[in-house]
Nanobody, 120 residues
Framework: QVQLVESGGGLVQPGGSLRLSCAAS????????MIWYRQAPGKERELVAA???????NYADSVKGRFTISRDNAKNTVYLQMNSLKPEDTAVYYC??????????????WGQGTQVTVSS
């Protein structure tokens, strides 16, 4: 069984920073793409940033230049450094990863989400 556990969310003032973490655990053979999504109240879930196993990254236009995604393959962990936060960044942030296990092959897994609130 695979689990993704996110941490690092919270309340921050506009212009502030937060660093989210998502750690994968279980019977993992390898992890392909690791992705951060977010969902604001009344809106659809949207992709924020993605990183491949080789380190290639992709960002939503709304966060380019402010957010940085990175990963530590030895720790099976992906990070999202969020700077210059805006009220419109307020959302529940979810981690998604494509993980290969011996039993299930390659499947997508989701974390439980972590709340980020940007407000003065």
């Amino acid at each position: 069984q695979v689990q993704l556990v996110e941490s690092g969310g919270g309340l921050v003032q506009p212009g502030g920073s937060l660093r989210l973490s998502c750690a994968a655990s279980g019977s993992i053979l390898s992890i392909n793409a690791m992705i951060w999504y977010r969902q604001a109240p009344g809106k659809e879930r949207e992709l924020v940033a993605a990183i491949t196993s080789g380190g290639s990254t992709n960002y939503a236009d709304s966060v380019k230049g402010r957010f940085t995604i990175s990963r530590d393959n030895a720790k099976n962990t992906v990070y999202l450094q969020m700077n210059s936060l805006k009220p419109e960044d307020t959302a529940v942030y979810y981690c998604n990863a494509y993980i290969r296990t011996r039993v299930a092959g390659t499947s997508g897994y989701w974390g439980q989400g972590t709340q980020v609130t940007v407000s003065s």
